[in-house]
């Protein structure tokens, strides 16, 4: 005997759409003062869907490191990752706060 069940509406529909975390990634990057990297940066609901919207980005400690899009960057043609560009100034320690969505994520930037 099988026996199927179904559901009238998705259980987990609810979760969908309302931003839920600000995802940087990396989290932590090392670099040589003079070297540049790249961040991405997503908006994602509680099912763990990207969203889109813009997000903005500042360096703790500019003296350390420098924060901005990343010009060069590929488009993302779903609009939901920005790429950004962290340049290191200094030897030292800071953090790029990011902020999308009305929600908050860093990445620690060590510069040696």
């Known amino acids: 005997m099988v026996v199927a069940g179904a559901c009238k509406e998705n259980p987990t529909a609810s979760l969908a759409g309302a931003p839920s975390q600000v995802v940087v990634n990396p989290a932590a990057v090392k670099l040589a ?3 540049s990297t ?3 940066v997503k908006v994602l609901d509680q099912t763990g869907t990207p969203l ?3 997000v903005q980005a500042t360096s703790v400690d500019p003296t350390k490191a420098t924060v901005g899009v990343a010009g060069d960057a590929l488009p993302d043609p779903t609009h939901t990752t920005t790429v950004l560009r962290v340049h290191a100034i200094a030897v030292g320690t800071t953090y790029v706060r990011v902020t999308g969505l009305g929600l908050t994520d860093s990445a620690k930037v060590q510069v040696q």
Request: proline share 0%; hydrophobic share 20%; net charge negative.
């Open 33 to 35: 003062a003079g070297d």
């Open 52 to 54: 889109q919207g813009s």
């Open 38 to 40: 790249n961040l991405s």
